[in-house]
């Protein structure tokens, strides 16, 4: 959301997160260079809310969103809404139900509430599936954003665009209410396929509604930093011995994200076997790529 975020007349900017999960748009926003402060985040998942509590010390609210009124959303003061949405209407393995969907409910009740709420945010941060951008439910969202004085710029981005071996294309709405504007203001209302107006470079590239995912974002993988440098070990002595295949540990510290400090001993060796994704899990994952 670039450098809007960092200032709001000296005052920490309010966040809101929907559909929080164990907190990745949380930690990515305690990553970023911005003065910003996450007021509630909303999950239904109480196994999700248990990580997030843990990581972050602050439990979110657990029920039904679809309960909220504009009126309690405008006591949260927010001036910016993070939403990912379920994925699930949009994939094949979902049978692309769209908003006909039980799971996009709440994501449409959220947006139908923006036009009648008092303080409505500056700024959202929309994230989900490729697919998600040809369906009803984003026409529907455009629909109202346009309708409340929001700008938008959509992006379909992979993560390997950054740097970090994943190859996952992932879409991406940023939208700002006016007076607020983006940089690149020509790009303003349009479905992008490069990170450039993110970056201040002019190399961008527009997606067209018979645009598919481009397949030589593969190609990138050759220039990604290795995986062991996006993990995170508690301890600098951890390390996983590549001949043996343990997982050689010491004592952790549990204080990474603001919860209780604490002390625990682990097994010093430990299988890698034991951090293994299931393969059941990996085939499922690709049958529902899209």
């Not at 985040?41 to 309960?67: M, T, W």
């Not at 994501?107 to 036009?115: D, H, N, R, V, Y």
């Amino acid at each position: 959301m670039e450098k809007d975020m960092c200032k709001n007349d000296g005052e920490a900017w309010r966040v809101l997160e929907f559909y929080s999960g164990i907190g990745g748009m949380r930690y990515s926003l305690m990553k970023a260079d911005v003065s910003a402060q996450v007021v509630e985040a909303f999950d239904i998942n109480d196994k999700a809310n248990d990580v997030y509590e843990l990581n972050f010390g602050h439990r979110p609210y657990q029920g039904n969103i679809q309960n909220l009124t504009a009126a309690e959303l405008d006591m949260y003061g927010a001036h910016a809404w993070l939403l990912s949405p379920p994925c699930q209407p949009y994939t094949r393995q979902g049978l692309q139900k769209q908003s006909s969907d039980a799971r996009a409910f709440s994501f449409l009740k959220i947006l139908e509430l923006i036009p009648h709420t008092v303080k409505p945010p500056h700024m959202l941060f929309v994230e989900n599936v490729v697919g998600f951008e040809t369906s009803d439910t984003h026409a529907k969202m455009i629909e109202i954003l346009a309708n409340s004085d929001y700008l938008t710029q959509e992006f379909i981005l992979s993560p390997l665009q950054f740097g970090v071996p994943y190859s996952r294309p992932r879409y991406f709405c940023l939208a700002k209410r006016k007076p607020l504007s983006f940089r690149c203001q020509l790009l303003n209302n349009q479905l992008l396929r490069s990170p450039s107006p993110l970056l201040g470079n002019d190399d961008m590239t527009v997606i067209t509604k018979h645009d598919q995912p481009d397949d030589s974002w593969d190609k990138l993988l050759e220039s990604c930093d290795p995986v062991e440098r996006f993990l995170e070990f508690s301890n600098s002595g951890d390390q996983v011995n590549t001949e043996t295949g343990f997982l050689s540990t010491g004592t952790a510290a549990v204080d990474d994200f603001g919860a209780a400090e604490e002390t625990v001993e682990v097994d010093r060796c430990v299988s890698i076997d034991h951090f293994l994704v299931p393969l059941s899990l990996i085939e499922r994952e690709i049958l529902n790529r899209d």
